[in-house]
T-cell receptor, first 113, second 115 residues
Framework: AQSVTQLGSHVSVSEGALVLLRCNYS??????LFWYVQYPNQGLQLLLK??????LVKGINGFEAEFKKSETSFHLTKPSAHMSDAAEYFC???????????FGTGTRLTIIP | DSGVTQTPKHLITATGQRVTLRCSPR?????VYWYQQSLDQGLQFLIQ???????AKGNILERFSAQQFPDLHSELNLSSLELGDSALYFC??????????????FGEGSRLTVL
């Protein structure tokens, strides 16, 4: 079954520094990959979505993710962290029937002033 | 605002009790997904409904049941509650269901505390 693994349950970066959140998918290339963000006391919202054929995907709030088939990875980056980026981030992929999304365990991002 | 409405936002109840969580999807969305979020289990998919029919089932306990009504709102029923059922329950809807090709829109969740 398709699954995603997020390395690092907590990541701290200084304001203005590069943000790198890691996600690896488990098996054959999924047709879609997603990054969602959850701000405190809120539901999840979509940051960006990968579709087959893309390599670099741009999302909202300056985030982007690079799909690397050779590394089965879909890491999320942002060149310069802002205090408002503090949140929990989830990588997700659909199962093979595309009828449900499987989420990673999440990475809590803390921004140090 | 995602357009998905969940009620109640908070619920405190005792072990052995039964509760119902309600979800109104975005206007026009036929698919509804239920997820459970807890500290130890993370985000777990429970069940999907599409236009009133169950389409996919995940790690949903037998004590839990759900349905989607003709007006497309959905309810998640949790019975014989245990302490371990304390969690945040999310509902999401999608315009591209029943297969996922696009964004899921999440409500703000219903936080259930079982004492």
């Amino acid at each position: 079954a398709q699954s995603v693994t997020q390395l690092g349950s907590h990541v701290s970066v200084s304001e203005g520094a590069l943000v790198l959140l890691r996600c690896n998918y488990s098996s054959s290339v999924p047709p879609y990959l997603f990054w969602y963000v959850q701000y405190p006391n809120q539901g999840l919202q979509l940051l960006l979505k990968y579709t087959t054929g893309a390599t670099l995907v741009k999302g909202i709030n300056g985030f982007e993710a690079e799909f690397k088939k050779s590394e089965t990875s879909f890491h999320l980056t942002k060149p310069s962290a802002h205090m408002s980026d503090a949140a929990e981030y989830f990588c997700a992929a659909p199962n093979f029937g595309n009828e449900k999304l499987t989420f990673g365990t999440g990475t809590r991002l803390t921004i140090i002033p | 605002d995602s357009g998905v409405t969940q009620t109640p936002k908070h619920l405190i109840t005792a072990t052995g009790q039964r509760v119902t969580l309600r979800c109104s999807p975005r206007s026009g969305d036929l698919s509804v997904y239920w997820y459970q979020q807890s500290l130890d289990q993370g985000l777990q998919f429970l069940i999907q409904y599409y236009n009133g029919e169950e389409r996919a089932k995940g790690n949903i306990l037998e004590r839990f049941s759900a349905q989607q009504f003709p007006d497309l709102h959905s309810e998640l029923n949790l019975s014989s509650l245990e302490l371990g059922d304390s969690a945040l329950y999310f509902c999401a809807s999608s315009a591209t269901g029943p297969v996922i090709t696009g964004e899921l829109f999440f409500g703000e969740g219903s936080r259930l505390t079982v004492l």
